[in-house]
């Protein structure tokens, strides 16, 4: 706190009002125009970009369950998706936050990327903006987003109530996110835009504006016009849409088998199971032996809800070599190998390992109960 | 059978002769009647069911008041004691109206999170028996996120309290389109508790909540529920900007009450030194709590609450070996919630037999009847007094309540003013809503939540502030509208009680363990742990082995210590600005803004018991500074009190301001509704702006809650009440219950009492002979 807050309040309410500088706006319209913008409405641009970079396209249609369970059974073509970013002028929620440019991508039939992109030159124009957004975003199948389901689009519907516009029907929602979360989250930890492109595309962006910058240049754009930090922005805005294009398609390959990249096999069969379950199952079969047990893990989920129980069985030595793998290594011994002594063994290296679980990380109603389960097993398994 | 019991055991109580010597007065409330209405004819016909399956077959004069005026949409605030069937005045017409309107929504407040919870348990038990398939959800921080949907989505009755309102609700307003545009009432139940700074932030959390309701196009009404306060019309609409009528008569029955007025013995009459309140109140809690009266023992703070449970403990160890039936427990804030609702439940089932506690238990959590309170000291307000008396009383019976005096000079005015005291006109509760750093902050959230337009009213000063806001760049204006330009969340910064968000984590470290024992605001830790001090925990001590600040965390180790520590708080000020000067003539009567500057930067060892000073140790920390209001007296050499002082040598002088100042803040709670402890003063023989003797006292609230203004206009009656307290007194030469303690320095000057007198007396005539008061 500098100087008294009421003193100040005074000083402003003598001050006399400033008028309003017309000449600034002017200016920022002759900078959009310069860098490539339309005006399109009052106060709102449009800027269109065509790149001709994508190595593979896809031409047949696209199953969408891949991407989300919700999707089972609907597909759409390539060049029927839309791929969706904001940029906004905060990191939080709530009403306050508003997005301020938007890009939506899209691929043409011959394999071009063109990305379009709209900006609004101050807050009023904002109702003009989110009208001509929602014609675009409602033309394709889909959209496809990062991130999108817990930032883009709740931002969207936010706004929209803010304007009092109602959105109407829109296509279905595809946040990219959920996959890549599968697919890489293992491999590469950080399954940031950022770090995908780095990964799967070789990507690497120089003098790029980090999203957390975003805010405070588009508020000194609007005090003061300073458009060549606005120009990183719509940058990197057009550039997360390409990014995104590219990205589905790859993790679209992926999950089909199409394309090899490194991710976690236990992940990708997850994928793959709402696609295809025979692939899936491919998939972890190929890893049995080959990881720390969580193939077989996966796999053993998949066989007991198609009630493959001996199939299931068998996997026990693959298991990882904890309690239910020692416990299931028990079952297995016991069941199929008729080896009343090795399944004893494993039952009480399971109690072991159980005892220890329960001590170090507190005993829960599960543990008691299978420390139970366990005790009376090897009670029985005794009295051979 | 059990009543008769308790009514003849208070009458042991009090003709005790080790009570009777200090028993000043008694004065008795008398039983009343109940008085009914009947239930309303149109009421819906499942809730008209449900009531009388509960067995109720009439409603008390003040439900059916309030049924009356909310079906007429009036905004009405309803004055009612504990235990008189206040909820069901909103209960009713809300539920009656959900019924009826399947759009309809309601909003029930309440200022902690614990009251939310008691109140849902009882809610969800009515609409149960009236088989209503209303969901009515909790929606605080403690609420889990699945559950938040669905309290957004198809909750009718939301229960929350003003800090969720605040922070969580009215920003994300969009989630809760439904619930705002079917708003059709607001509940308001703890009135009383939103006063001073708290109060002042909560009015502008009403008025966004107005805001964004009009926005949805609702228009919801007001029901309002208070404990006595002397201005519940005013306060309620200075909270909700509208106009209130008020329902005062209640017909619920009301058992007698006792109201005992103790004085503590003295031990040095020269001196007017007594006995201490604390050790009093703990010895007449231990005679009732031997009888078997369950009793609640309020002390003044934190510490007190600990050491006077951990006493009361030990006297119960020594004496009952094998009789451990009584049990008394320490509450207090800085418990740990889990803590705090097992000692809430062990009164409930009679399991605690007494319980010391700070106000936290001022408000309506359910604990049920005690048979009687011990108040130890003047609890700091009107209001404050009666609740805590209400926390004695049970439906039948007699209850006692009794107030031990402490040597302060306002409670040795309420021992000889009793009826002061019984009088029907409680103090008034005060808010400022204007106040620049809370007004302001509620701008931005705001703000944050709608566009302003040109010409919308929000408050008195909008317009300087949006502006005020734009020139900082938080707003833009544009288009005629003044939108949020800022990456941040407003209302994640701004805390509605001085107690913030950020808070101080205590841990006990000790035998390696880390588990957190309680919490504590910045400015009070600096204050009560800092590192050497002891910090006492459920009737444990623990010393602060480091306070680090900018982690917020605290670490203690238990060890066992036979003293405790107190900081010594300095303060330096800078007079900023005189805005003010209602008054000059033979005085300089001051309002303005201060800076204050204080640090505590030693700590003094007082031995448990004796309160003997048995050392001092250093603290090392950064001061507190803040901006604020103050009040100021300057003796400009016109009058005759400048005169008197001018008359006086250097440090006699000195020792009458001291004696004045202390008088001054002692005195002004009667008449400004504050605590003791919202104000700061300071004297200065020559000051540093006004180069004159001066006197300050300032509100300890940034940027004021109206406290400094309020001070110039009572002067007057703050001084007479003042005087009146010094001829009343019975010391020689003034003592801790009239002029405070000397410092070491005056001891010179026997009769201060005398000078400071004087000095009151010609402040009072250079007032009135310019036309003042």
């Known amino acids: 706190m500098g100087t008294s807050l009421r003193a100040r309040l005074e000083r402003i309410r003598s001050m006399e009002k400033q008028p309003k500088a017309a000449a600034l706006q002017t200016d920022k319209q002759e900078k959009l125009s310069a860098a490539g913008w339309q005006q399109t409405a009052d106060g709102l641009w449009e800027r269109q970009d065509k790149s001709h970079s994508l190595a593979a396209f896809e031409t047949s249609a696209i199953k969408l369950a891949a991407f989300s369970k919700n999707l089972a059974g609907r597909e759409a073509l390539l060049n029927n998706l839309c791929f969706f970013d904001f940029e906004t002028s905060g990191l939080s929620g709530g009403s306050g936050n508003i997005a301020f440019l938007a890009a939506v991508g899209s691929f043409t039939n011959n394999g071009d990327f063109v990305v379009r992109q709209l900006f609004m030159e101050d807050y009023p124009y904002e109702a003009a903006f989110l009208n001509s957004l929602l014609s675009l975003l409602k033309k394709p199948a889909a959209i496809v987003t990062y991130n999108g389901a817990s930032f883009d689009m709740p931002l969207l519907n936010v706004r929209l109530a803010m304007n009092q516009i109602s959105p109407g029907k829109l296509p279905a929602h595809i946040d990219l996110l959920h996959a890549a979360r599968r697919l890489f989250r293992k491999t590469l930890g950080d399954c940031s835009l950022k770090s995908l492109e780095t990964e799967l595309l070789g990507l690497f962006r120089h003098n790029d504006i980090p999203g957390s910058e975003v805010p405070a240049v588009w508020f000194d754009f609007l005090k003061t016009g300073n458009m060549a930090k606005m120009e990183n922005v719509f940058r990197h805005n057009a550039l997360d849409v390409m990014s995104l294009g590219r990205l589905f398609v790859i993790i679209y390959n992926a999950i089909l088998g199409k394309v090899i990249c490194t991710c976690d096999e236990v992940g990708l069969a997850s994928l793959q199971n709402s696609l295809d379950p025979q692939m899936a199952e491919n998939t972890l079969k190929d890893k049995l032996g080959k990881d720390d047990g969580r193939a077989a893990m996966a796999l053993a989920k998949l066989y007991s809800k198609n009630n493959r129980k001996t199939e299931r069985l068998a996997l026990a030595p693959y298991y990882p070599e904890n309690f239910h793998g020692f416990y299931a290594r028990s079952i297995y011994a016991e069941k199929l190998l008729l080896d009343s002594k090795a399944s004893l063994l494993y039952a009480e290296r399971a109690l072991g390992v159980l005892k220890a679980d329960a001590e170090r990380f507190g005993n829960t109603k599960t543990r008691s109960i299978m420390l139970d389960r366990v005790r009376r097993k090897i009670i029985r398994l005794k009295g051979y | ?773």
């Open chain 2, 1 to 773: 059978m059990k009543t008769a019991k308790t009514d003849n055991k208070i009458k042991e109580f009090l003709s005790d002769a080790d009570v009777a010597i200090g028993l000043k007065s008694i004065k008795k409330l008398p039983a009343q009647a109940a008085s009914f209405a009947e239930l309303p004819e149109n009421l819906n016909a499942g809730l008209a069911a449900a009531m009388k399956a509960r067995a109720y077959e009439k409603l008390y004069i003040h439900q059916r008041k309030a049924w009356d005026f909310a079906m007429q949409r009036r905004d009405f605030v309803v004055l009612t004691p504990t235990a008189s069937g206040k909820t069901l005045c909103y209960n009713l017409p809300v539920l009656h109206t959900l019924m009826e309107d399947p759009e309809a929504r309601a909003l029930y407040l309440f200022p902690t999170k614990a009251l939310s919870q008691d109140q849902q348990a009882e809610l969800n038990e009515l609409l149960e028996s009236a088989e209503l398939k209303f969901p009515a959800v909790t929606y605080d921080g403690d609420t889990p996120r699945a559950q938040r949907k669905m309290a957004r989505e198809s909750a009718r009755i939301v229960i929350s309290n003003p800090d969720m309102l605040h922070s969580g609700i009215l920003p994300n307003h969009t989630k809760w389109i439904q619930f705002f545009a079917g708003l059709k009432f607001i509940v308001i139940d703890e009135m009383h508790s939103y006063r001073g700074v708290f109060g002042s932030h909560v009015a502008n959390v009403f008025r966004r909540l107005l805001r964004i309701a009009r926005h949805y196009g609702s228009d919801p009404v007001f029901i309002l529920c208070s404990a006595t306060i002397g201005n519940p019309v005013e306060l309620a609409e200075a909270l909700v900007g509208r106009k209130i009528d008020a329902i005062t008569e209640n017909g619920a029955p009301r058992p007698e009450k006792i109201i005992a007025f103790y004085n503590p013995p003295l031990v040095d009459p020269v001196q007017g030194i007594r006995r201490s309140s604390a050790d009093e109140s703990m010895r007449l809690s231990a005679k009732l709590l031997e009888k078997g009266v369950r009793t609640i023992l309020f002390a003044r703070s934190r510490l007190k609450v600990e050491i006077l449970a951990s006493y009361l403990n030990k006297r119960f160890s020594n004496i009952y070996n094998n009789n451990n039936n009584i049990r008394v427990e320490p509450y207090r804030s800085g418990l740990l919630p889990n803590e705090r609702r097992n000692i809430e439940k062990g009164l409930r089932d009679g399991t605690v037999s007494g319980v010391v506690s700070t106000n936290a238990l001022e408000l309506g959590i359910d604990i049920g009847g005690l048979d009687a309170a011990i108040l130890a000291a003047w609890p700091g307000s009107m209001s404050s007094f009666w609740q805590q008396a209400g926390r004695a009383g049970r439906r039948q019976g007699q209850s006692l309540v009794v107030f031990v005096a402490s040597a302060s000079p306002l409670d040795q005015f309420y021992i000889e003013n009793p009826e002061r005291c019984m009088e029907a006109k409680a103090e008034s509760a005060r808010i400022d809503p204007e106040n620049p750093y809370i007004y302001t902050d509620h701008v931005k959230c705001a703000a944050f939540e709608l566009p302003f337009k040109e010409g919308e009213v929000f408050g008195s000063e909008l317009e300087s502030v949006l502006d005020f806001l734009t020139e900082g760049g938080v707003l833009r204006q544009s288009g005629g509208r003044w939108f949020w330009a800022s990456a941040s969340y407003p209302a994640e910064k701004i805390s509605l009680r001085s107690a913030s968000a950020d808070n101080i984590v205590i841990v006990d470290t000790t035998k390696g363990q880390n588990s957190v024992i309680g919490e504590m605001d910045i400015p009070s830790a600096k204050e009560l742990v800092f590192d050497d001090a002891i910090y006492i925990h459920k009737g444990r001590q623990y010393v602060v082995q480091k306070l680090d600040i900018e982690n917020r965390h605290c670490f203690v180790e238990a060890r066992e210590t036979n003293y405790y520590t107190d900081a010594v708080v300095k303060n330096d000020l800078k007079l900023l600005s005189e805005d003010e000067k209602p008054f000059g003539g033979l005085l300089d009567l001051v309002v303005g803004d201060i800076l204050v500057r204080s640090s505590a930067e030693k700590y003094k060892k007082l031995r448990f018991h004796s309160n003997e000073n048995i050392g001092y140790g250093e603290i090392f920390l950064p001061p507190e500074e803040m901006q604020t209001r103050t009040f100021a007296i300057v003796f400009n050499n016109k009058g005759q009190a400048a005169l008197f002082l001018q008359s006086l040598g250097e440090m006699e002088s000195a020792s009458c301001l001291a004696g004045f100042t202390s008088m001054l803040r002692s005195m002004a709670p009667l008449e400004l509704l504050c605590d003791y402890q919202d104000l700061g003063t300071a004297w200065r023989l020559r000051d540093d702006h006004f180069l004159l003797p001066s006197v300050y006292i300032w509100d300890r609230y940034p940027g004021g809650t109206g406290l400094a203004e309020a001070m110039a206009q009572k002067l007057d009656a703050i001084l007479s009440a003042a005087y009146k307290r010094l001829e009343h007194c019975d010391c020689q030469y003034g003592c801790p219950s009239c002029i405070g303690v000397a410092e070491e320095r005056f001891s010179n000057f026997k009769d201060r009492k005398a000078s400071v007198n004087r000095l009151i007396k010609l402040v009072l005539t250079d007032l009135h002979a310019s036309g003042q008061g």
